[in-house]
């Protein structure tokens, strides 16, 4: 979350290649070939949307907020990487109505919550001038590099822990590795449009992907 959204659109320099990086896993591969710790949902998520076209050629990636994880897609379908990410600090799947205008003070703890359903991405910048991914613009939620703005806050130390729970600190915003945010997200949802995917974690499946919900 942040305190306003500016400038919506940027030119991106190219990104250099990142082998390896303990918090995610990436090889060549088939949608069907999502790594073995991808949940059902997200498995029957992705299995619809390339099976109905519904990213309509472009990028997708599923953010599985039960899991803490995104899982990303090129423009063919095909898996690229997957890795835990940083979400909103309290479950629920709506965001407020007005929040994207209030500055961070005015947020209260049950608010900061990551809002489910299909956003059409588009590439942005933040007050600071870092470069970012608006997964939805009027809430002022985006997807980023990791950052903290308390050294208390542990957030590397948060993404590396195996607990989902322990990835719950944000304002409703998306961090990622630094690493894995150059080589997978930048190149792919900072440059154009994209398509995310992100599961609920309170309310059903198929209030928000009623077509994917009946997909077998």
Known sequence: MLLAPVNRRFSLAA???VTTVGAWAAMPATA??????????????????????????????VIDKPHARIHVFSAQGRWLASSAVLL???????SAPGIG????????????????GRFVTEPG??????????????AAVSLHRVRSASAAERRKQRLASDGAQDK????????????????????????????????????PFATFFVAASAFQ
Not at 88 to 94: N, Q, V
Not at 126 to 138: A, P, Q
Not at 182 to 200: D, K
């Open 88 to 94: 909103g600090a309290a479950l629920g799947d709506r």
């Open 32 to 61: 069907a070939e999502l790594p073995q710790d991808a949940s059902a949902t997200a498995r029957r998520l992705v299995r619809w949307a390339t099976a109905s076209g519904d990213p309509q050629g472009l990028p997708f990636a």
């Open 101 to 116: 205008q209030r500055p961070l003070s005015q947020i209260r703890p049950e608010e900061r919550t990551t809002p489910a």
């Open 168 to 203: 719950r600190i944000s304002y409703g915003c998306v961090n990622a590795p630094e690493a894995f945010y150059n080589q997978f997200i930048a190149p792919l949802f900072g440059q154009a449009r994209g398509v995310i995917y992100v599961l609920p974690d309170t309310e």
């Open 125 to 138: 910048r933040n007050l600071k001038g870092d470069d970012i991914v608006w997964i939805d613009y009027d």
């Open 15 to 17: 990104v250099a290649a």
